[in-house]
């Protein structure tokens, strides 16, 4: 399966021309496997989620490309392959009631094993992907200890055609459209930013508990979703994803609650920020995503995730998207390599393209 998922990969770059053979070839190329596994999440707290390494001549930045590549979805979908996808009435109603929708399956096992062989290159740390340098942050351990691991990165699309063709998944943009609207109305939505979540065995790190939009306050109005998908089967074991049923509803005159702990590591750090009806209500419940099930979570659900102390691995990749029309709320970059978009100004261009619209489902 390992050696049909590269290759599939390679032919689905080469088809377009986005690389040389060579860099093809360098895809093809098996991985060993490594004595201790805490080497591949090794971080130098200096320089910890600092991209600065150079981009190859001639290799393409993905971002330009507005459309699926054809790894896992194709280009030319018709009206009804798009509602296909839709959410049922039920469906929608309990994400507003709970805060999110779980157990959505979105891809299939071989989509899965696709998209974890990039991972593993991204894991490399001798070796760096050729593109490596298109991450818009990197951070090989965000706890900074050797027993508490957690590789955090974002930008993925921009570098692998299988990530970037995960953005336009009908299967998840269809839903998101559903969902992102407190109107209940189906909006046109656009990629916010991608993510990697890896725990590796035995000492994988814990989430610390927080909602998203805490860390997104730089856009507005809220008109935000996230879909976590599994890559690998998660257990409470395994530090799966937890939900704080109801507590998209927490909030601080209309603001997030405040981030207690950037670097995740401080499970229990929320706590000091609740008050005391929200920590009567704190009861999380475990998502148990199936490898290839998404979750949907709105902006205000708390949510986190426990360690890994199993002996497999748990990998995951997120998608956030953001409702057409969102604007800036800063006048300066929103991470490293986007351009700057004014105070105001709508969300737009290179790195945000649209990846649904409802109009779609109905010409």
Known sequence: MIVLCIYVHAACIWRRGYCSRDIADKMEVEQSPLADERVLYRNEE?????????????????????????????????PSDWARHELSAAQVEQYWEEGYLSNVPVLTEEQCDLLLQDYRQFLDPDKLHPGHGLFYEFHRNQSGHHDNVLLHALGQWRITPAFHDIC???AIAVPASQLIDPAHQPRAIRLWHDQLFAKPPRHGGVVAWHQDYSYWTRTKPMLHITVHIALDDQTVETG????VSGSHKWHREGMPLPITDAAFGNMESIQSVLTEEERKQFRPMPSNLRKGEASFHHPLMVHGSYANRSDRPRRATVVNYFADGVCSDVSEPMMNGFPVIKKGEKMEGQFFPIVYDPLWSRQ
């Open 240 to 243: 799966g994803l937890h939900f």
């Open 168 to 170: 336009f998944l009908p």
């Open 46 to 78: 200096a320089v910890k989620g600092v991209v600065q390494t150079a981009v190859p001549e001639g290799f393409r930045d993905l971002s330009l490309d507005h459309s699926p590549l054809g790894c896992l979805v194709e280009d030319n979908m018709s």
